[in-house]
């Protein structure tokens, strides 16, 4: 066995997951991700956990959805029972083709979806993890040669958490005590406002409230936004191409957007609902071993040097106990990067210059 | 999509498990059946069904086991509660090695076994169906080439099974209504009674209380046995390799063996507790898609113009309302091929002879 994917399989058990003996998991595997599973089964077995393997496995989803009329049943029983009586959910990415359901019409799995809702929060209830298993499909999305790939990969994966963890620790404390984000950059001067509102270290772990591996970023909701800014990290949204996005804010709302490229998709996203011409999150990349992007936000967004926006939903642990910031349908990342002439300031003090932040300065 | 697969999943889904629109259905995938799976989840797409897909990796299995320190939690919860809250369960056979759990400890996997006798009994009170997807490692075990091995599964799965059904119904009231069935062939003259016993028709469908596809064979429990008889198609057990056993019965209880290759796996087996001295179930095999022998009991037991007999436990099916088979741990089947000289009477009436049944000549 490759030490590399043994090495990832205890990372996501035991750092990400935090599996103890008798822990019921289920451990869900796309059609490439055979190899890392074997490791997970592995670690699992070690740690004295129960586990349950699901097979997800686009090629079968498609087949299915493709032939039901639509009329879905509401949270089938089997499955919903699996997952409320599941400890930990642990996905396994990585499949063998990006664009597996290209040919399933997106109001069917739009129904599928809303008819699995009860299953969904389930699973979220459970202490769980999503990571991914880097397949060819994936080195090809992201314009790799395998290897390179799986080198992209692993070196975003294993790192240093801990010592991460702390270092984030330090961002979380001058955002949460912050009143004032304010973003300048080639094409952007803009300022988000964050009083009352509490940053999330996401350090790849459930004890972080953070269930993606690799993570690597903080982030928190602004609750007013006022502007311009400009996302020159290119990216790949609802299966079209996006670049150079530019958003003006007034009031906390978009007022004028355009792109380079794949304007209709921003068009859409904007005009889905109310909330959808908000910022959802403010977010900041933090994870250094991945140093470009590759058309999966899952890593994009955690990018050392660079800073990402949503559009929409607000995520709940950002915001005062008791508010819920599920006002939109959707939550769109946009990426600018910070590693040109630019800078961040929080309350006026330059917190981060060029990418790099105050404390990589004075360390050197 | 090969359109034998495609039959193989409806001839699944509609014939041996019924399956209805709402059924909550599990299909349990091994690693090479991976096609099957595509083709059983549009057909289920199609009926209205819920689906949820267990992944039944050996190499995953493998790497639990191995890692685990033996003392296993019995019937963890998430996975009970999908079998229980289960309609049917289908399980799609075909791995990609058949020494993949070779060196796992066989008590490692006794101990995992007795852990989960509750999944095992939710999983069996469910419409279960077990078949098996072509795949190189299964063609390897039977001699035979892939392509070749392909042809042979769908001869013996895609099969006008009605009208299998209806034939072998006129020999379950053969038995149904007989006392005493005489085995005569080479190095055999072997007398069973059956009186008051019901002979099951396996027609490969939940219907028929039958749970194989391919299935195709009759079989009742003798509750006496006197003779001699000799098993002469080759078979692997436990791993071994087992030739021509002879068996000696006076007052249903085996007194004498020998055997040409395997003759302390057949040592093993006769005492491993009372029951196993005696028979459990006669068998009489009607598929006539299987046409020779391939060291995997789910076909060979069915072959047209063979008798099985099992040494051990007898199913409840079989027996007089309220009594029960379990008198056993083991249930190992051996077969004799009629084809040659010789003959099957029921109270002295031969109704097969060198493996024509009576009615097959009278039709010619």
Redesign the interface.
């Known amino acids: 066995m490759d030490e590399r994917v043994r090495e990832h399989a205890e990372t996501l058990v035991d750092w990400s997951a935090r599996i103890e003996a008798?822990d019921?998991v289920?451990v869900s595997?796309d059609?490439g991700a055979?190899d890392l599973?074997?490791?997970v089964?592995?670690?699992?077995?070690?740690r004295?956990a129960?586990?349950?393997?699901?097979?997800?496995?686009e090629?079968?989803?498609r087949?299915?959805?493709?032939?039901?009329?639509g009329?879905?049943?509401e949270d089938?029983?089997?499955?919903?029972?699996?997952?409320?009586?599941?400890?930990s959910v642990l996905s396994l990415g990585g499949g063998r083709n990006t664009a597996g359901m290209a040919d399933v019409p997106g109001e069917r799995t739009q129904r599928y979806g809303r008819a699995r809702q009860g299953i969904r929060e389930a699973r979220l209830d459970t202490d769980w993890v999503s990571t991914v298993h880097p397949t060819r499909s994936l080195a090809q999305q992201a314009g790799m040669a395998y290897a390179e790939y799986e080198e992209f990969v692993y070196e975003a994966t294993l790192r240093d958490w801990e010592s991460l963890a702390e270092e984030m620790d330090r961002l979380k404390g001058i955002l949460d005590d912050g009143e004032e984000v304010r973003i300048v950059n080639e094409g952007t001067d803009l300022t988000l406002f964050i009083d009352g509102r509490t940053a999330v270290n996401s350090a790849a772990s459930v004890a972080y409230d953070s269930h993606n591996l690799p993570s690597g970023e903080v982030f928190t909701a602004p609750y007013d936004t006022a502007g311009v800014v400009t996302f020159d990290v290119p990216m790949t949204i609802r299966g079209r191409d996006v670049r150079d996005v530019k958003l003006t804010f007034k009031d906390g709302v978009v007022v004028d957007w355009e792109a380079a490229q794949g304007e209709d998709v921003i068009d859409e996203i904007i005009q889905t609902d109310g909330g959808s011409r908000q910022l959802g999150e403010l977010g900041i990349g933090m994870n250094r071993g991945i140093d470009r992007p590759t058309g999966r936000i899952l890593f994009d967004e955690k990018m050392a040097g660079t800073v990402h926006l949503a559009l929409g939903r607000a995520y709940d642990a950002n915001l005062p106990e008791g508010e819920s910031g599920t006002d939109s349908a959707v939550h769109v990342d946009l990426i600018t990067d910070m590693t040109g002439d630019s800078r961040l300031e929080v309350d006026g003090e330059v917190i981060q210059r060029n990418g790099v932040f105050r404390w990589e300065e004075s360390e050197d």
Chains 1, 2 share one sequence.
Do not use: I, K
Not at 41 to 46: D, T
Not at 50 to 57: D, E, G, L
Not at 63 to 69: E, I, M, Q, V
């Open positions: 008798g019921d289920v595997v059609e055979h599973a074997v490791a089964a592995r670690a699992l077995g070690e004295g129960n586990v349950t393997t699901v097979y997800a496995s090629e079968l989803q087949a299915y959805l493709r032939a039901h009329d009329e879905f049943d089938p029983g089997h499955e919903l029972s699996l997952y409320e009586n599941a400890d």
